[in-house]
């Protein structure tokens, strides 16, 4: 099942949900688990990397556009802690959505 609690921006958005019912009735709905996407699924558009001072949401706010996406960038490049990402000296991939392809593939 999945009932849409987070915006189509989330890394959550597509990700179902499930129910338990307690003994006393209650019912409980939460999140199935969430994997990280294989990288290779992603069209690389550019990469950058990490100086002193970048910031993920900062990078996604001026690569994408929205500093929320940040978690494309984990997705991108197979991390499930964003935070990972800001080692310095590190090369990043920025990409296209998932599914969309880039020139490479055309």
Same mark, same amino acid.
């Given at each position: 099942?999945?009932?849409?609690?987070? %915006?189509?921006? =989330? /890394? !959550? #958005?597509?990700?179902?949900?499930?129910?338990? +019912?307690?003994? *006393?009735?209650?019912?409980?709905?939460?999140?199935?688990?969430?994997?990280? %996407?294989?990288? =290779? /699924? !992603? #069209?690389?558009?550019?990469?950058?990397?990490? +100086?002193?001072? *970048?910031?993920?949401?900062?990078?996604?706010?001026?690569?994408?556009?929205?500093?929320?996406?940040?978690?494309?960038?984990?997705?991108?490049?197979?991390?499930?802690?964003?935070?990972?990402?800001?080692?310095?000296?590190?090369?990043?991939?920025?990409?296209?959505?998932?599914?969309?392809?880039?020139?490479?593939?055309?």
């Amino acid at each position: 099942m999945n009932d849409n609690r987070f %915006p189509p921006t =989330s /890394r !959550y #958005a597509a990700t179902d949900t499930a129910e338990v +019912v307690q003994p *006393d009735g209650r019912r409980i709905v939460y999140l199935r688990r969430r994997f990280v %996407p294989d990288p =290779s /699924r !992603y #069209a690389t558009m550019l990469e950058h990397r990490i +100086v002193e001072g *970048d910031r993920l949401d900062r990078l996604t706010a001026a690569y994408l556009g929205d500093a929320e996406l940040f978690w494309r960038l984990a997705d991108a490049n197979g991390v499930m802690r964003p935070r990972e990402l800001e080692e310095l000296g590190r090369w990043i991939r920025l990409t296209l959505p998932e599914g969309m392809l880039g020139p490479a593939d055309a």
